[in-house]
């Protein structure tokens, strides 16, 4: 059960990994200037001296510090500061099964696509297809989402009515289409383009010419010979490739409208809304511990020299 | 008869039209069925070049003229469907290394099963059944353990037994071995090329045996060619090579081979200089600058490679002289 306790140990791990992103994430945060109850005017002071004692603001900052590593412990993220009513679990139940939804669909299209891409560009290496998946490549790279989004949706939104701009109907695939094209987008043209590096690399290899000189139909060559090794390096990009979804939605959530929880993150840290920010970059680096985790698991998988070891 | 093979004035070039750089600068040599012939030269000699181009496997680089023909059919320009029709099937290749020609993430089993399943249509199982039955024949110790390995858990040895198995899964009528034994241990070396004498007796294909060691050649094969910086420069029966080589570069290498049962010399033999480089081959012989018989015209004319009165034949303008009363 190597695999098993390769699970457990890298599970624990992740534990003294997330307490150090919280406690920079917190005192971090804490240094900004400003305060959650900052407005154009100040408040009267008793009134913000009330305000800091039901969040228990006044308290010394350690004190803060333990009591809020105490409300994790329990699964309490504490109240938002500036969604008042709400706290931030409540924010984030509601928001995250959109983001999630958008982002593990868009990472999927990403994976896929860009490893068939990249394969074909690969296999027809200096050809028509190899340069077009190149250029589009860049193109992917290089436009960003707050212009990419408005431009799809000009297109297939205002001009030709098949797509809604922007909006959000839970259960409604059409409203999804835009924003998961445009998430999508960015990681699948980096990861066509990796594909692409490392599967000319396998089909250069010694294993790959024996299976040609077996006689093998190009495709065999390619599927069953070249692919597993070449996947390796898209592989170890998942998590850098969640990463830039992640990042993307913050955009994306904002222009389409979208009730995911991307714009919390940009807008807690704008409010200063202290336990929002914190309980955004626990959920972002759990995502990112976890898609390293399964990047390391397929690869064992991928590569029986590879054997487990935490 | 018709030979099985038979390369026709072979060229393969790389680099631009302009000033190209070739690696096979005319080479013609046949082998008829059931005939071993080994090719011997330096590093860079274009020894591999010529393997692959009879394999059809030069890379998109390369520019290819000449024949290559095949019982009849030439491979040079053939479509790569039928040329997969042929590789594998009735012509199949051992590598170099065999620490890197088999697929790390694929067992034994699959890897020498394909061949059947792709060239007769065999099912897998009956495939890797005829797979475990050439691991026996191959000298695998416990074939069945050995089938559901991945390349890495096995040694060198093991590797190259296997890969040569897989190609004889198949009965082909030519094996193209390149280096077989260069990655290998001494004693290794020795049961590997046991191995191919006795799959060649019992199989009777023909084998093109590629190695820069002329030991490794001479015990297998019935005639041999020496490769010089892209061409033939001797071609004769291995006795007759062995005993009374006509080319200077040929006698050179004989020297170089050192023997271990006489006293031990001061300084191994060795063959000062080095060939040209790719880039460098100019007019005349390539060995004229290293060659100590080489007269003015050597380094002008370059000799054409002329048959010889003992059915071989040497690319030399001054040739040593053939001896009398040899066997």
């Known amino acids: 059960m190597s695999t098993l306790r390769f699970l457990i140990a890298r599970l624990s791990s992740a534990v003294p990994t997330l307490l150090c992103i919280v406690t920079i994430t917190f005192f971090l945060i804490r240094f900004a200037p400003g305060g959650p109850f900052d407005q154009e005017q100040a408040l009267p002071a008793d009134v913000a001296a009330n305000l800091n004692a039901a969040y228990g603001l006044d308290r010394p900052i350690v004190d803060q510090y333990l009591r809020y590593l105490h409300g994790l412990l329990h699964g309490d993220f504490g109240p938002s500061f500036r969604y008042r009513d709400f706290t931030v679990t409540e924010l984030i139940d509601q928001g995250l099964p959109v983001s999630f939804t958008l982002g593990g669909i868009a990472l999927l299209i990403a994976v896929i696509a860009g490893v068939g891409v990249g394969t074909l560009a690969a296999v027809g290496r200096g050809g028509m297809a190899d340069r077009t998946v190149l250029g589009l490549a860049v193109l992917g790279v290089a436009v960003p989402s707050f212009v990419l989004l408005p431009a799809l949706g000009l297109l297939f939104g205002v001009e030709l009515h098949w797509l809604p701009v922007a909006g959000w109907n839970p259960g409604r695939v059409d409203d999804m289409v835009l924003p998961v094209v445009t998430l999508a987008l960015p990681p699948l043209a980096y990861?066509?383009?990796?594909?692409?590096?490392?599967?000319?690399?396998?089909?250069?290899?010694?294993?790959?010419?024996?299976?040609?000189?077996?006689?093998?139909?190009?495709?065999t060559v390619v599927l069953r010979h070249a692919l597993r090794p070449a996947l390796i390096p898209v592989v170890s990009y998942l998590a850098p490739a969640g990463a830039m979804v992640m990042t993307g939605s913050l955009v994306v959530e904002t222009i389409a409208g979208l009730p995911g929880i991307g714009r919390y993150l940009v807008q807690g840290a704008l409010n200063r809304d202290y336990t929002l920010v914190l309980g955004m970059v626990i959920v972002y680096s759990t995502l990112l511990i976890a898609l390293g985790l399964v990047a390391d698991l397929l690869i064992a998988a991928l590569d029986p020299r590879v054997s487990l070891e935490a | 008869m018709q030979d099985l093979l038979a390369v026709e004035e072979l060229r393969v070039a790389y680099g631009s039209a302009e000033a190209p750089l070739e690696a096979v600068r005319g080479v013609t040599l046949a082998l008829a069925a059931g005939e071993c012939v080994g090719v011997v030269g330096e590093s860079a000699s274009g020894k591999t070049q010529l393997c692959l181009a009879t394999m059809g496997l030069l890379g998109r680089g390369a520019r290819v003229s000449g024949r290559v023909r095949f019982a009849g059919e030439d491979l040079v320009g053939m479509p790569l469907r039928r040329l997969n029709q042929l590789r594998g099937a009735r012509l199949a290749m051992v590598f170099q290394d065999p620490q890197t020609a088999l697929t790390p993430h694929l067992r034994i089993g699959t890897q020498m099963a394909e061949v059947l399943v792709v060239h007769r249509g065999a099912g897998w199982s009956a495939a890797r059944a005829a797979a475990l039955a050439m691991l026996g024949r191959v000298g695998i110790e416990d074939p069945g353990w050995c089938l559901e390995r991945y390349p890495h858990e096995l040694s060198g040895g093991m590797r190259q037994r296997v890969l040569i198995g897989a190609c004889l899964l198949s009965e082909p009528q030519l094996l193209v071995a390149d280096e077989p034994t260069t990655a290998l241990d001494v004693t290794v070396q020795a049961q590997v090329l046991e191995l191919l004498a006795r799959m060649r007796r019992e199989s009777g294909m023909a084998i093109?045996?590629?190695?820069?060691?002329?030991?490794?050649?001479?015990?297998?094969?019935?005639?041999?060619?020496?490769?010089?910086?892209?061409?033939?420069?001797?071609?004769?029966?291995?006795?007759?090579?062995?005993?009374g080589p006509r080319h200077p570069y040929s006698a050179a290498l004989l020297q170089c081979v050192p023997d271990i049962r006489g006293p031990i010399p001061v300084r191994l033999p060795t063959l000062p200089g080095q060939p040209p480089a790719i880039g460098e081959r100019a007019g005349g012989c390539p060995f004229a600058p290293r060659c100590e018989r080489r007269e003015a015209r050597c380094l002008v004319e370059t000799p054409p490679l002329t048959a010889d009165d003992e059915g071989g034949a040497h690319a030399c303008h001054r040739p040593l002289p053939a001896r009398a009363g040899r066997p």
Do not use: C, N, W
Not at chain 2, 237 to 243: I, V, W
């Open chain 1, 191 to 219: 990861i066509a383009r990796l594909q692409r590096g490392s599967m000319s690399e396998a089909l250069q290899s010694p294993y790959v010419r024996t299976a040609f000189a077996k006689g093998l139909p190009l495709r």
């Open chain 2, 208 to 243: 093109l045996l590629v190695s820069h060691d002329l030991a490794v050649v001479a015990g297998l094969a019935d005639r041999i060619a020496v490769m010089y910086a892209g061409r033939i420069v001797e071609l004769a029966a291995t006795a007759r090579l062995l005993s």
